[in-house]
């Protein structure tokens, strides 16, 4: 069973803090990997994407890939009240599978 | 990223009938996929939609239930036949991104079988 694992939360961080998410996956062949916003009542919107480990920065926002470990983590830098939704981690396998997702929640 | 337009975006249905919904793309893709995402759960994959063949379905998920069209390279619709309660659920269509990997969503279908 190929799964996709994150802590459901709710993550509680100041305003202008770091906010970071992690998310694990099952399946060593991966090699692709996401990180999804979704605010209430919405569709997710995709907001980073890695493929190489290492880190990838874009704008406030940095994923981190371990292979090795089977790890995938989204920073939040300068937290904002609209950054507060849920996060999706996604993992394509020859299809995406989704996690449960993290409720992200920022405090004024 | 692909602009997915999916309809209806919400419809309050009797039990035993059958909806269908529909997802257009603005550009040519391969992929298109189906989800649904039950109250505070995270997305099922329903099936794959792949244009000239049949739908792929994940476990649990059958053809007869959840029939698939796919005439086009930028269409597809999913029906939801002789619904009951336990089918009430956000649907949303996908497509694949550019990069062949990645998914983008449409604005989701909001059911409710009453």
């Known amino acids: 069973q190929k799964e996709v694992e994150q802590n459901s939360g709710p993550l509680s961080v100041p305003e202008g803090a770091i906010a970071s998410l992690n998310c694990t996956y099952s399946?060593?062949?991966?090699?692709?990997f996401f990180w999804y916003r979704q605010y209430s009542g919405k569709s997710p919107e995709l907001i980073m994407f890695?493929?190489?480990?290492g880190d990838k920065e874009d704008g406030r926002f940095t994923a981190q890939l371990n292979k090795a470990s089977q790890y995938v983590s989204l920073l939040i830098r300068d937290s904002q009240p609209s950054d507060s939704a849920t996060y999706l981690c996604?993992?394509?396998?020859?299809?995406?599978?989704f996690g449960k997702g993290t409720r992200l929640h920022i405090l004024p | 990223s692909a602009v997915i337009s999916q309809k209806p975006s919400r419809d309050i249905c009797q039990r035993g009938t059958s909806l269908t919904i529909q997802c257009q793309v603005d550009?040519?893709?391969?992929?298109m996929f189906w989800y649904r995402q039950q109250p505070g759960q995270s997305l099922t994959l329903i099936a794959t939609?792949?244009?000239?063949?049949?739908?792929?379905?994940e476990s649990g998920f059958v053809i007869d239930k959840f029939p698939i069209s796919r005439p086009n390279l930028t269409f597809s619709t999913l029906t939801v036949s002789n619904m009951s309660p336990e089918d009430s659920s956000i649907y949303l269509c996908?497509?694949?991104?550019?990069?062949?990997?990645?998914?983008?969503f449409g604005q989701g279908t909001r059911l409710t079988v009453v």
């Open positions: 399946d060593r062949g991966s090699q692709s």
């Open positions: 996604a993992v394509n396998v020859d299809k995406i599978i």
């Open positions: 890695i493929y190489s480990n």
């Open positions: 996908s497509a694949e991104g550019q990069g062949g990997t990645e998914a983008f």
């Open positions: 550009s040519q893709v391969t992929m």
């Open positions: 939609a792949n244009q000239g063949s049949e739908a792929t379905y």
